[in-house]
Each structure stands twice: as structure tokens, then as C-alpha cells.
T-cell receptor
Framework: EAGVAQSPRYKIIEKRQSVAFWCNPISGHATLYWYQQILGQGPKLLIQFQNNGVVDDSQLPKDRFSAERLKGVDSTLKIQPAKLEDSAVYLC????????????FGSGTRLTVV | AQSVTQLGSHVSVSEGALVLLRCNYSSSVPPYLFWYVQYPNQGLQLLLKYTSAATLVKGINGFEAEFKKSETSFHLTKPSAHMSDAAEYFCAVTEGTGGFKTIFGAGTRLFVKA
């Protein structure tokens, strides 16, 4: 089966600019997750979707981050305006159900804010 | 709320030696436990999972982990390290109260010396 697709792989922007990441999960996976992984740390959940509804966005900095999952398939994560501390790898993952059997991750997007 | 502690941010072993990566968790209910591996510039890949069946879990690439409830541990082992095992390893716990939420540890980087 095809894996979780993410684009772009790398992005360099200046602070205060905006950026968007795209994710296409494994076909049939109802749950989609966006994680932020800062260098040297474990992934931190930003937002979790069940189909096209938000299950958990408690750690999403909503003043600058937004995400949507239209039609319950692919998803976009946007940052506007970006700050230096947003430099990280943004990982998308999906799971068939609620994640009790683990997730399948994409390769991530490495964002550098200068 | 659940939490995960990985003891040792870096572990170095010689090729052919035993690999032992430590993970302790806290959870108010029986947890689901996972180990993931991350190679450079890639996403996380599921190594193995504990979902309340057998306490000794076997995964891919010769890795296994043992769930010890009394010690709240889920340490990852491999009898004989190979150069290709050099990567970052993440322990994760999923708790099912009020919706399934997964927390990742900070990671342990494994170095394998020739």
C-alpha cells in the first residue's frame, strides 16, 4: 500500500512569512495527525482529526497555526506568520482507527525559519 | 495523564553487542505501548507494539520489548547490534481515557561502533 505522502520535503522561509504543508494519508485511514518535532526532541501532537472533524487541537498555537482536513482525506497545515521557534520537522501520520495499533508516518517536512 | 521517560539520550554499543534502550511510562489505565525508529531525514517507523496480549513483544529487525507492569517499563532489546541499527528510537504510550492520545518520549540515539 502507498504510504503517507507529505510535501514539500524542505522549506526555508523568513520570519513573519507564511507557509503551508500538505499531507495525504493512507487510503481508508480515518484518523490523521500533525506532529511537530523540534531537533533533539520527541514528536509533539499539534492536531488530530477523525475524518474531517477535529478531535484534539489543545497544543496547536491557534494564533498562528491552522489546519484543515476537507472531505476527510488529505490535510493542510498552515503557519502565518512564522517565528524562528517554528523551525522543526512537521510530521503527518495516519491510523486506521484511534491509534491503538500505532501510526504510519510520512517522511516529514523540515521547516527552517530565518 | 500519561508520560514517557527514556533513560539516556545517547547509547553507544559495539557491533554484535546487546542493545538495551530503556523506557518507563506512567499511565492511569492499562496502556498501549510502542517503539518507533527514525532514520535520518525520515519519518518514524513502527518497530513493535504492546496491546495487552503477550508481555514479550517481538518486532521487526530482531528487536523485542518486554512489558513489566510492576516496574512500569517497556525496555527495547536486541541481542546483537548491527551497523544498520544506528538511528533514533522513540518510546510512546497511548492511553484510552477520553479519546486515545499518544505521548512520545524524547528519544534515544543509538550509535553502533564497528
Amino acid at each position: 500500500e502507498a504510504g503517507v505522502a507529505q510535501s514539500p520535503r524542505y522549506k526555508i522561509i523568513e520570519k513573519r512569512q507564511s507557509v503551508a504543508f500538505w499531507c495525504n494519508p493512507i487510503s481508508g485511514h480515518a484518523t490523521l495527525y500533525w506532529y511537530q518535532q523540534i531537533l533533539g526532541q520527541g514528536p509533539k501532537l499539534l492536531i488530530q482529526f477523525q475524518n474531517n472533524g477535529v478531535v484534539d487541537d489543545s497544543q496547536l498555537p491557534k494564533d498562528r497555526f491552522s489546519a484543515e482536513r476537507l472531505k476527510g482525506v488529505d490535510s493542510t497545515l498552515k503557519i502565518q506568520p512564522a517565528k524562528l521557534e517554528d523551525s522543526a520537522v512537521y510530521l503527518c501520520a495516519s491510523s486506521l482507527g484511534e491509534g491503538r495499533n500505532g501510526y504510519t508516518f510520512g517522511s516529514g517536512t523540515r521547516l527552517t525559519v530565518v | 495523564a500519561q508520560s514517557v521517560t527514556q533513560l539516556g539520550s545517547h547509547v553507544s554499543v559495539s557491533e554484535g553487542a546487546l542493545v538495551l534502550l530503556r523506557c518507563n511510562y506512567s499511565s492511569s489505565v492499562p496502556p498501549y505501548l510502542f517503539w518507533y525508529v527514525q532514520y535520518p531525514n525520515q519519518g518514524l517507523q513502527l518497530l513493535l507494539k504492546y496491546t495487552s496480549a503477550a508481555t514479550l513483544v517481538k518486532g521487526i529487525n530482531g528487536f523485542e520489548a518486554e512489558f513489566k507492569k510492576s516496574e512500569t517499563s517497556f525496555h527495547l532489546t536486541k541481542p546483537s547490534a548491527h551497523m544498520s541499527d544506528a538511528a533514533e528510537y522513540f518510546c510512546a504510550v497511548t492511553e484510552g481515557t477520553g479519546g486515545f492520545k499518544t505521548i512520545f518520549g524524547a528519544g534515544t540515539r543509538l550509535f553502533v561502533k564497528a
